[in-house]
């Protein structure tokens, strides 16, 4: 795709608005909620199972309708149609951005584009259906326990190795959906190069029921391989040691060929490092890495909670890319979503996002969050190479509710940096426990247990947004010198989020939301949300380094005095 100039958006009439309203703005919630008796009506909005209410943020009507135009004005519905058509709007990577294909029905008669496209050569729905398919059966096999390990036992634990996205998303989904998984099975995720991380994941297991995923993009990412490596070594070294495994090539090639599996586009690696292609399942370079739980990347999670659920699981996100396309910009939930981190980002100047899900089970949410936002748009050139006219990506971050509020929150009630945070629960837990005794006060014996939990949700972003003025302080006899500690000053923008349950289909949706939201603002900005060379200096430099850390002293000299002096430290501290 040709580089074309970004639209600059302060260079549009909506965004000179916004900046004039944003000089002398003064939100006031507790004002607009008691003169718009609809205000809660006309800012919830509806995407598929989500129920996303926006009203409790700093918008008002002009405030949204410049917004609006803006998104006209950079053509956010042609870019999103470029997209998923196949362009390449990945520019400094020339490739096309298509993980909407991953979810796309294998039986869609009305599909946008039509079933069959093609894109780079690629048969995109053929390919993507055909590696599912592949996915599904040994998926199937290792659950019925018709696939074993090479001693003839089911296996029992699955071990993904994989790093960034091919981890985070895993994980995130393996702990939303635990209600889910069958019953004897157990992932474990190793991903950091850290030899702490792999030795306490494998030390209780039994190389006999253990199978590895090693999952890459590339199959070239030092840490996955490493670690790919070492479990290779402690599966060996543990059946070896138990008299499971014998001591030749073939006994050793036949134990990775049962308890070692790939995911990867480089087929070639994955055979290099002695998996066999039959048991690798391959993607495309047209799916970033943190665009890639959907595809065979999402394995291990396929046979946790098997291919009917995850069948759901991707409806839910075509469902949301199916809103994003269609759904007009007044109730298109991403949209809304990234406009108003816009108007909070690059004129509220809000820096940081947080996403506080009242659900224990998207305890790594905000983690998965991290690199899908944060890698995305945290840029500071745009496509075209020029430099970005505003501010771009938030530092986004958060913990599950009720947790942060026994942490962080008195920051975001009390603190001085605007915080606008997303809030998301659903209606109905997994595990629905009654308090069957109660406290014997205010909690009644019987008390439902998530009932009690969501009054915190509620609770919570009703603080945010009213407060607590003095005179309400003051009423409550509070002593007048510790009345300003106790003054909330509201105006704390949240969004609130619910759904029916955690469901697959649900959790989906919220993924989905949040790659449209991260297109959208990319396209606002004008930056490229799905490259990232922010992280190949890093990586540069450690590979130059590594042979100082061992000692090589050429390698240390070379460093700057800094680093050497900490390298030296750490080689007399190091036993
Ligand atoms: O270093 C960043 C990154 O390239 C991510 O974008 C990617 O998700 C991760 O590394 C892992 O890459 P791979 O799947 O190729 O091992």
Redesign the pocket.
Known sequence: MAKNTPIDPTSTDAWKQLAGIATDFSPDLRGWFDSDPSRAARYTFQAADLTVDLSKGLVTEEILAHLLQLAQDVDVAGRYQSMIEGSHINVTEDRAVLHTALRRPKDGSALVPPAGFVVDGDDVDAEVHATLDKVYQFADRVRSGSWTGVTGKRITTIVNI???????GPVMVYEALKPYVQAGLECRFVSNIDPNDIAEKTADLDPETTLFIV???????L??LTNARLARQWLWGRLGGSGALADTDDARADAVAKHFVAV?TALDKVAAFGIDPENAFGFWDWV???Y?VDSA?GTSIVIAIGPDNWREFLAGSHAIDEHMRTAPFERNVPVLMALLNVWYTDFLKAQTHAVLPYAQNLHRFAAYLQ?LTM?SNGKSVRWDGSPVTTETGEVFWGEPGTNGQHAFYQLIHQGTHLIPADFIAVANPAHPLKDETGDGNAVKPGQDVHNLFMANFFAQTKALAFGKTAEEVRAEGTEESVVPARVFSGNRPTTSILAPALTPSVLGQLIALYEHIVFTQGTIWGIDSFD?WG??LG?QLAMQIAPAVEGDRRALESQDSSTKSLIERYLELRD
């Open positions: 994989g790093i960034g996205g091919s981890d985070l999952a890459s993009k590339t199959f070239g990412t840490e996955t990867s970033g890495g943190r890639s990347i690199q890698e990232q992280v190949e990586k």
